[in-house]
């Protein structure tokens, strides 16, 4: 194992599978790679991104990368923080299992957007969001979506998309990535005010998004928990087709004052 810290390397084990790799992709961008620290073993990379809280860490790979991926995350698990929010595929958590216990888990898809002409067919709304807009996008996702994740910093890249009725803002669609350096961006903290919900506003605004992101990117993705069915639907109206199941993990250190 090492500390790979040579970017055009990165990119170059990741890009052979863009789709999978997205938010890695997006995090080797000048606004993220400062809270990156990037893990390698051969051709396996595992990345830990330490802007939330707590650190989120990343290893994404095919049936036939588990071996490897699994090794590097054993080596990586004695240098972790004590908790850890890990996006995992499939058969990679138990690598981790004689640090970590698993204290929450939960299935999710990566979908990426494959069939655009469907866009066609969703009337686009919403106004671009600017840092004058940030209270009102907090307040926002209090009400409508108060777990989400959201960088406040992300509403500068002019990648946020709002929908204002009678001047109070309804629904919003934005990224958790965006890079128009290494073509990717993941789109992310979609929501809908109660009370505004069943009008179309999601679709419509995520479509605004996605009209935006095409002249910037070449691959735009996301992630969403496999039962929620409600998005499904949604996002296989706009044209994202399903990439790879992984899980998320709230993973906590034994004998840490976290674990009790």
Not at 17 to 40: C, I, K, S
């Amino acid at each position: 194992m090492r500390v790979e810290r040579d970017r055009a390397v990165l990119a170059g084990l990741l890009g052979r599978d863009p789709l999978l790799h997205v938010y890695e992709l997006g995090d080797l961008d000048d606004f993220f790679w400062p809270y990156t620290t990037w893990f390698r073993r051969g051709d396996q990379v595992v990345l830990l991104y330490g802007a939330t809280s707590p650190p989120t860490l990343l290893a994404f790979g095919g049936a036939e990368c588990v071996g490897g991926l699994g090794a590097l995350l054993a080596e990586v698990a004695p240098v972790l923080p004590e908790r850890v929010y890990a996006h995992l595929s499939p058969g990679l958590v138990g690598a981790l299992g004689g640090r970590f216990r698993v204290d929450a888990a939960v299935a999710h898809h990566r979908l990426a957007l494959t069939d655009v002409g469907r866009l066609a067919g969703v009337r686009p709304a919403g106004a671009v969001l600017t840092g004058a807009d940030l209270p009102d996008l907090e307040e926002l996702y209090a009400v409508a979506y108060p777990d989400n994740w959201f960088d406040p910093r992300m509403v500068e890249t002019g990648q946020y998309v709002g929908v204002r009725v009678a001047g109070e803002l309804v629904a919003v669609a934005g990224v958790h990535v965006w890079s128009p350096v290494f073509r990717v961006a993941a789109v992310g903290n979609v929501a809908t005010r109660p009370g505004h919900r069943g009008r179309g506003w999601a679709g419509a605004v995520v479509a605004a998004l996605c009209g935006r992101l095409r002249s910037s990117v070449d691959h735009v993705a996301l992630n969403v928990r496999a039962d929620n069915v409600a998005a499904l639907r949604l996002y296989g109206r706009l044209g994202f087709t399903p990439v790879a199941g992984y899980g998320e993990f709230v993973l906590t250190a034994w004998g840490s004052a976290a674990a009790g």
